[in-house]
């Protein structure tokens, strides 16, 4: 049986070669596939894109370290979601609560670009988190790729549920989908996702469960 995660797993040569790079040139990186953080069980699921160079894979906790994770956790503490609404490393007592964070592609990927047949060759552990989600839950995906992928894991049509920012879809097992623009540096710096926009797709996140 497929695992959700494998700290060894070495399929894909050219993300494996590159963590090795990496570790030549900063050898207190952590530098390895990066575990989702957050229990199983929990009813809302982030999907990132994959390990920032600078933080995730230095750091071996999903947005942490780097730009894209202080507009995430800020908000999700926000919401209750975090007990902490800054975050500086994995041993700073960040506890998640009823979420989980994770991500497409679990290693670092040169130019933070995932080929296809790397996403594919993780989707096995994206498929396995997301059947391991109960009922009613609802999954945040971060841009446009981590989108795919998790429809993929799903086994269902990307034609008939289009990314675009705040989409929202009822799954055919009750679940539901929300989209949103990644929280990069790149567009909250040019204004393509304002803190207001991703606040409004974590609030959703928020009144959907609590009913």
């Not at 989980?100 to 989707?123: G, M, S, W």
Request: hydrophobic share 35%; aromatic share 8%.
């Amino acid at each position: 049986m497929t695992k959700c995660f494998d700290s060894a797993c070495q399929r894909c040569r050219r993300l494996s070669d590159f963590l090795k790079e990496v570790k030549k040139k900063h050898p207190n990186y952590y530098c390895a596939p990066v575990p989702p953080f957050g229990e199983l069980s929990t009813k809302l699921l982030i999907i990132g894109l994959a390990p920032g160079k600078h933080g995730a894979n230095a750091t071996g906790r999903p947005f942490t370290g780097d730009y894209a994770g202080i507009l995430l956790y800020r908000v999700l503490h926000r919401y209750g979601f975090s007990n902490l609404g800054e975050v500086s490393d994995a041993n700073d007592g960040l506890i998640l609560q009823n979420c989980r964070i994770t991500n497409a592609v679990k290693c670092l990927p040169p130019d933070n670009k995932p080929t296809n047949e790397e996403i594919v060759n993780c989707n096995q552990f994206l498929s396995m988190e997301l059947q391991s989600m109960p009922p009613k839950s609802i999954m945040i995906t971060l841009g446009v790729v981590a989108h795919k992928a998790t429809l993929r894991g799903l086994g269902l049509k990307q034609v008939d549920y289009p990314f675009a920012h705040a989409a929202e879809y009822v799954l055919p097992d009750g679940r539901h989908l929300l989209s949103s623009y990644h929280c990069s540096r790149y567009n909250t710096q040019t204004g393509r996702l304002t803190e207001a926009m991703f606040d409004s797709v974590i609030r959703r996140a928020r009144d959907y469960l609590d009913g």
